[in-house]
């Protein structure tokens, strides 16, 4: 491996791979120059040099006349060195120091001759002072993250080596805290932030304060967590996690909350649902084809953490951007589309959970998210019910088992739904399977098992109503194997397919070489049936992944390569030319 300081080649030792991630860590992270840097640095103690050099030292300046600080690193496993570290800096007067194995760490203060008795959570940054570091965190000193996922798998490895609780659910809880504290205590620029931790400030005081904004998030949005709930970590565990997410700035980090936690969603329970977070580019040309209006009700029952719903309301906030000319008006507009248009379900109640921030990030609309079993209409409850079919209020005569509805009016359903839902997996349940009609054989008697993806494509048909669109990411198998004909025919009879596209096998990668296709559909109205029609085809050759599944940009290193919006402005291009020649074809016909 190579050494950005020594500009050599080292062997690839376990002691070795932890000194160039935190040299990495102090020049990418922290900011120091190179060199400022060195590296097995000898320590003059007297009249002598300390026997082991310091393993790194980052120095007052260029000229490394003077130690600000000096490190540690032992090999994973390793549990000594404070002592030895303690022992360089005194002789140097280094103000901090820093110990660790990889997995483990610690944070020293000299605050005078052998006095560490103050305990400090994170090293300065380049430019940074002692006052600096413990001034406190103003909302203009946060900054948005990139990369969120790396983080909470930091914030995971952690608290696992420290502790044994539901990491998913305990990071997720400091998450909510960590919202609220930017959502409600940040209102200007100089306003100071509760989620932190001091410099020089005890664990337990930290954790208190975090504890008392995750009971206030919970009187705020109660429908996310129970009232009993609580975050279950230790002090400690606390005040790390703390230290790690103080400088974030989440509400203006993007997309990358819903993807974090998608990803650190257990991988392997995902897999074998054939299950995959859906990439924003793949999310962004679905929504720009399908394009719902204001008007439209818009629903994904396999919402994860809320892409669709994400993307289809901030199409919308920016037609009300462009249409209304009032603030107040356009606030009010962005409140009810938010509270009345969007409905999301997913049977993972901790996605949900997620979904519900993401949206309390964007304008807040997780009303309408509902922890369900989309497959099952028997297990609805009747406010989703009512969600879905667009009634105000149904009546318990309304309701039916295995039904959206009992007596389906034409009116009933949704305008849209946006979905990327679980392929694998046989569904076997009788109660289940009774609601479709894809589960029967040639005999009009159950099969006794489906798998998923025909499911949620009926599921999907059956909650539009007459000339609803849809669009879905389905198996590429759907499309072509000889033993799926009966459902191509049942798509044949149910609805206009408006287009397909066909992804690319690196769409879904790290995860999957799953081929796959987008399937848009307009369910037909009474009598609309068609035999004949055009159909936009278009297959993406370049997804913007490499082959390993890491994003693959452009020269400008920010755009990237992908080819997903230049197919929707071409089905788009498409359609305007079919309106065009069919309004010519009507003029004639009038002449």
């Not at 977070?277 to 994860?304: N, S, Y």
């Not at 049977?347 to 989309?374: P, Q, T």
């Amino acid at each position: 491996m190579h050494c950005r300081i020594r500009k050599v080649d080292k062997v690839f030792k376990p002691e070795e791979v932890v000194r160039q991630k935190i040299i990495n860590w102090l020049v990418d992270d922290l900011g120091y120059d190179e060199n400022r840097i060195g590296v097995e640095v000898g320590i003059q103690m007297g009249g002598k040099v300390h026997d082991k050099p310091a393993d790194i030292v980052v120095f007052t300046d260029a000229t490394k006349s003077g130690h600000w600080v000096i490190i540690e690193v032992k090999k994973p496993g390793r549990k000594d060195g404070i002592e030895q570290l303690k022992s360089y800096m005194n002789p140097t007067a280094a103000t901090f120091g820093y110990w660790t194995n990889g997995a483990d760490e610690r944070f020293l203060l000299r605050s005078g001759s052998n006095d560490y008795s103050k305990p400090i959570w994170r090293l300065p940054r380049s430019g940074e002072t002692l006052d600096d570091v413990d001034e406190p965190i103003t909302r203009s000193k946060l900054r948005p993250v990139t990369d969120l996922y790396a983080i909470l798998k930091d914030l995971e490895q952690h608290i696992l080596a420290h502790q044994t609780v539901d990491t998913f659910n305990e990071i997720f809880k400091l998450v909510f805290a960590k919202l609220f504290d930017e959502r409600v205590n940040l209102p200007k620029a100089s306003s100071v932030a509760q989620f932190r931790i001091g410099l020089t400030e005890a664990a337990t005081t930290a954790a208190a304060n975090v504890r008392k904004l995750f009971d206030r998030a919970k009187l705020k949005w109660n429908d996310v967590y129970d009232s009993a709930d609580t975050i279950a970590l230790t002090d400690e565990n606390l005040a790390y996690c703390i230290k790690v997410l103080q400088g974030t700035y989440l509400m203006k980090s993007g997309d990358v909350l819903g993807l974090a936690f998608e990803l650190l969603v257990n991988q392997e329970m995902k897999g074998e649902m054939g299950q995959y977070f859906t990439p924003r580019q793949v999310v962004d040309m679905m929504v720009k084809m399908i394009e719902p209006t204001i008007e439209e009700t818009v629903c994904d029952p396999a919402c994860g953490s809320g892409g669709f719903l994400i993307y289809t309301m901030r199409k919308v906030f920016q037609y009300i951007e462009d249409t209304w000319d009032d603030a107040d008006d356009r606030a009010e507009q962005r409140k009810d589309y938010a509270q009345d248009k969007l409905v999301g379900m997913d049977n993972d109640a901790r996605l949900v959970k997620v979904a519900k921030a993401y949206m309390i990030m964007e304008n807040d609309g997780r009303g309408g998210l509902f922890s369900v079993d989309s497959l099952d209409y028997n297990v609805w409850e009747k406010r989703l019910k009512e969600r879905v079919t667009g009634r105000k209020t149904l009546k318990p005569s309304d309701l039916a088992q295995g039904a959206l509805v009992k007596d389906r009016l034409p009116t009933d359903g949704l305008q849209v739904i946006l979905t990327n839902p679980p392929f694998a997996g046989a569904i076997k349940a009788s109660t289940t399977l009774s609601q479709y009609s894809l589960a029967l054989g040639k005999n009009g008697k159950n099969e006794g098992a489906l798998v998923r993806a025909v499911l949620f494509l009926e599921r999907c048909l059956d909650m539009l109503v007459p000339g609803g669109r849809m669009g879905i990411v389905l198996p590429q198998g759907l499309f072509n194997n000889i033993t799926d004909q009966n459902i191509r025919t049942f798509i044949d009879q149910k609805a206009r397919v408006l287009a397909v596209v066909g992804l690319h096998p690196y769409t879904f990668k790290p995860f999957t070489l799953a081929k796959t296709s987008v399937l848009f559909l307009q369910k037909w109205r009474e009598n609309e049936y068609l035999p004949n029609y055009p159909v936009f085809t278009a297959v993406s050759m370049r997804p913007g992944k490499t082959k390993l599944g890491a994003p693959l940009y452009l020269e400008d290193g920010k755009t990237l390569d992908c080819d997903m919006d230049e197919i929707a402005e071409q089905y788009k291009a498409w359609k305007n030319s079919l309106t065009k020649n069919a309004n010519k074809s009507a003029a004639k016909a009038k002449a």
